[in-house]
């Protein structure tokens, strides 16, 4: 199978990413696991590799590379057995930095953006309050604008990064009397007067810090304010799709994971005196698996394609983060029943990633919000999932149209080569034609290039005539491929398809030649 | 959204193909599925208006076309309700007249071929026997050199178009010895010896399946397609192709159905409001919705890596697997969002339940699929 959304560019990136985790990362994870922490140089580490900043300008010290690459980046993180891991550094550069890159102002993104780039200043994104969660419009924190500052007090909660980190993108209320219409976003330092963080104990994604925050009176300088006022719910509502689509990465590529650690397990293990890959129905499970991760994983590139394309895809994104998530789920299980008992023991590393799953189909919107958008789109907005339309990005496109013309050169050379008609015996034998077919309602040209035929069919019936005219529809075509369809050689529709007509104006017209031609 | 597969041209040969079905073959569905079969003149009509020409050889009347033509073909005719109707209609060109496409000598392709194209014969592929289905080195239909000719005798089931077709692309064996000793003929359905019988099935009501039977049917040599003992490597070969056209067509029907099952969601009222404002129903919408529209998006890529002649064996089973499995579980679905109407006739949710229960068993059950993914993947 090709992969059209990877070039060796993106190859020779993930095997250097790859060396790097497996040097840097994967030896440590289990210390960070027990820790509960990643240190702060491994950020730095990140970002002095520029891996911190894979789409943002030269100018904040990003790299400004396409959007596959950080496709790459969330795959090889989702890959060191650790969703921890993921979390933190899926956090730092597709949740929290995009909003100040999309929105903030010079002095933010100097100040701020990069060192986020840098690794300098690890990012949060602090939306969630004890009593709201997706429901966004419904937070309680406050922020009261006092001369150059405003005064934040309220509460956040689940926030990854928010024990050692340093940066806040803050979710507030500027308008408390409005609902989504009063929802700001600010940057606060973490560490500034007033704002406390207790370190909340989880199931599993052990590696990263999650915090309940409290603000109490803190003062943020006004110049910290992201984009405008009041405008916070609509700027996070752009960001969702982002999130989304490294969730839904998430979710395929730690099943990938998850499938390649068992298939090993099970090639060693042995049962019975044979290995346990060997038995039929643990094989049938993984080939169902492994279709399942694959589907999800080509539907996800192309929702990534569409993305990169900046196209708003939220039903797509949303189907997505649903699906991969809930395929991990249940990967991890099945995986973690593969090894049986060990599956269970913390020898191993599915035991993790069995915890560290769990959380996928809650964070980030829970699979229930998802279906609730994806039936809004589906079942009360019917027409937005219907829309189409052309072009087609996907770079060997080239390569098959240049093999079209070529085939169509060669077949417009058989045409010439056999019974070449002369332009006045077409002109007449199109006259007999359209005179005894239904009128076309409208004027049709088609151009050989050096004459053409025009057939005017507004007046009750179709006058032919070889002079040049205005038209509704013109249709560049050679004269022997349409010397052949006069004589019943070639059918118009095939031609239309194989290319042999170019159509300017209304198609419509020039798919009416089938009548004209009997 | 825009679509990296289809384009104008594209979008404009699925409309008046719409038109075409519409007008000309879902008006006839019901009648075929009290009968049994397709009739006749659907062909030569499909065939008149370029339909089977699509991939053809244009030295026999056939188009040049990209491969999305094709799969416009087998999304739209399975947007008729009626599998059997699709699958009649599209036995004859993706299974029949492709093996006579890739390795027919001009003899076949001008009497038979060209015919085909223009509807005015029908054709169907005979590989199954009562003991040999997926294990296509175990088939016993047999054909013996004589003087100039193959006496041909065995046995075929299973086959669409089996009774009605004019022509047979016939799996035998010409050696003893296993998948080797396979070749591939083309038999007209004229000739003395050759006999069907239909068979009577749960759905699919509109396509007739024949059981046939060869009885010292003598075969020209020139009715050899490709080369002797070459034909499980053909057939082999044309599996991609014909699993992308069961995935295509489950997808379809998938989609068919849920849009059938959310007019009537949305038209049917309980408890004072319609039945498409009931949480419940609308997040298994949602759920459906989901994975058909992920399976599409895998489907055509591997569609497009197929057209550019990559290796997909493995994914053409994924996608083979997953799109006939869902197909079934949209099917009941729908079938429950109808409540007691699902049941009744009247409605279409009973037939497209019953045509959708074939999609896991034909062209290779899951079970082989999952046999084939699992030696690809499992080392």
């Not at chain 1, 250097?16 to 240190?39: H, M, S, Y």
């Not at chain 1, 998802?370 to 087609?392: C, G, Q």
């Not at chain 2, 005719?77 to 001009?106: I, V």
Request: with cysteine.
């Amino acid at each position: 199978m090709k992969n059209y959304y990877f070039n060796e560019d993106h190859e020779m990136f993930r095997q250097g990413l790859k060396d790097f985790l497996a040097k840097e990362v994967i030896p440590n994870i289990e210390k960070w696991e027990e820790e509960q922490r990643i240190p702060k140089e491994v950020f730095k580490k990140f970002g002095d590799m520029g891996y911190l900043g894979l789409n943002y300008p030269e100018k904040y010290g990003g790299t400004d590379a396409d959007f596959f690459y950080s496709v790459v980046f969330v795959e090889e993180i989702s890959k060191v057995f650790s969703g921890g891991f993921m979390a933190a550094f899926s956090v730092q550069q597709y949740m929290s930095s995009p909003y100040l890159f999309k929105h903030g102002s010079e002095f933010i993104k100097e100040k701020y953006l990069t060192k986020a780039i840098t690794g300098d200043a690890i990012c949060s994104i602090a939306i969630t309050e004890p009593n709201a969660g997706s429901d966004v419009a419904n937070i309680r924190t406050t922020a009261v604008r006092e001369g150059d500052h405003y005064i934040v007090n309220g509460s956040k909660t689940f926030i990854t990064s928010g024990v050692y980190g340093d940066v806040l993108i803050t979710v507030v209320k500027t308008d408390p009397s409005e609902g989504f219409n009063g929802i700001s976003l600010l940057v606060i330092d973490r560490h500034a007067d007033g704002v406390s963080a207790t370190k909340l104990k989880k199931l599993g994604w052990h590696a990263s810090d999650t915090a309940e925050l409290a603000f109490d009176n803190v003062k943020v300088p006004v110049e910290n304010l992201l984009g405008d006022e009041n405008q916070g719910f609509f700027y996070l509502m752009g960001g969702l799709q982002l999130e989304r689509l490294v969730g839904a990465i998430g979710g395929y590529a730690g099943s990938e994971s998850a499938l390649d650690y068992s298939l090993q397990y099970m090639s060693e293990r042995e049962a019975f005196g044979r290995s346990i890959n060997k038995f039929q129905v643990l094989r049938h499970r993984v080939a169902q698996m492994a279709s399942e991760i694959e589907c999800i994983k080509y539907f996800v590139y192309n929702c990534c394609k569409l993305h990169a394309d900046g196209e708003y895809v939220v039903k797509e994104c949303s189907m997505a983060k649903l699906l991969g998530t809930e395929l991990s789920d249940k990967v991890m299980y099945q995986c973690l029943q593969f090894f049986g008992g060990y599956g269970y023991m913390e020898e191993y590393k599915m035991a993790r990633m069995f915890r560290d799953s769990r959380i996928g189909t809650i964070g980030g919107g829970t699979s229930e919000i998802m279906r609730e958008i994806i039936a809004k789109m589906v079942i009360d907005d019917k027409s937005y999932a219907k829309t189409t339309s052309k072009s087609n990005p996907i770079s060997n496109t080239k390569k098959t149209d240049s093999i079209k013309e070529e085939k169509t050169k060669s077949n417009n050379q058989n045409t010439t080569n056999t019974k070449i008609m002369s332009y006045e015996n077409t002109l007449n034998a199109m006259k007999e034609k359209a005179a005894s077919a239904d009128a076309l309602g409208s004027i049709l040209k088609l151009n050989f290039g050096e004459n053409q035929i025009v057939i005017d069919g507004t007046n009750g019936g179709n006058v032919v005539s070889g002079d040049d005219a205005e038209a509704n529809c013109t249709v560049d075509v050679s004269l022997e491929d349409f010397t052949a369809m006069v004589k019943g050689e070639l059918n118009p529709m095939g031609a239309f398809m194989a290319g042999k007509m170019k159509v300017k104006g209304d198609t419509g017209i020039a798919l009416k030649l089938q009548s004209l031609m009997g | 959204m825009h679509s990296f597969y289809f384009h104008d041209e594209h979008n404009l040969f699925r409309k008046s193909l719409r038109d075409f079905l519409d007008k000309e073959i879902v008006p006839e569905i019901d009648q075929w599925e009290e009968n049994g079969r397709v009739s006749k003149s659907a062909f030569k009509k499909m065939g008149e208006m370029g339909y089977y020409g699509l991939g053809m050889d244009e030295k026999y009347g056939g188009v040049n076309t990209d491969v999305f033509y094709t799969i416009i073909l087998i999304e739209e005719l399975n947007k008729c309700n009626s599998g059997g109707t699709a699958a009649s209609l599209l036995a004859h060109s993706t299974l029949a007249m492709e093996h006579l496409q890739k390795n027919g000598n001009d003899f076949l392709k001008t009497n038979y071929l060209k015919p085909a194209i223009n509807g005015d014969l029908i054709g169907c592929l005979a590989i199954t026997e009562p003991n040999a289905g997926s294990d296509v080195a175990s088939i016993k239909t047999s054909a013996v050199k004589k003087e100039n000719h193959y006496i041909l005798n065995g046995s075929k089931t299973f086959i669409t178009n089996g009774v009605y077709s004019d022509f047979m692309v016939v799996a035998t064996r010409t050696e003893n010895t296993g998948f080797e000793g396979i070749s591939m003929m083309l038999i007209d359905s004229k000739w003395e010896g050759v006999s069907a019988t239909p068979l009577k099935k749960l759905g699919w009501h509109a396509s007739d399946t024949g059981e046939i039977s060869f009885d010292n049917v003598k075969v020209p040599f020139e009715h050899l397609i490709g080369e002797e003992n070459q034909g499980f490597y053909y057939i082999m070969q044309r599996f991609e192709l014909e699993r992308l056209v069961l995935s295509t067509g489950a997808l379809a029907s998938a989609e068919y159905a849920l849009d059938y099952g959310l007019k009537y969601l949305s038209e049917r009222e309980a408890f004072g409001r319609p039945l498409s404002k009931f949480q419940e129903l609308r997040h298994r919408v949602a759920q459906l919705s989901s994975e058909i529209e992920s399976l599409k998006s895998f489907n055509y890529q591997i569609c497009r890596s197929f057209s550019d002649g990559y290796d997909v064996t493995t994914q053409c089973a994924m996608v083979k697997l997953l799109s006939t499995e869902l197909m079934d579980k949209v099917s009941y679905e729908v079938l429950q969002f109808l409540g007691g109407y699902g049941y009744m006739e009247e409605y279409q949710a009973a037939r497209i339940f019953r045509d959708s229960r074939i999609g896991t068993i034909g062209g290779g059950t899951s079970e082989i699929m999952r046999e084939i993914i699992a030696k690809q993947i499992i080392q």
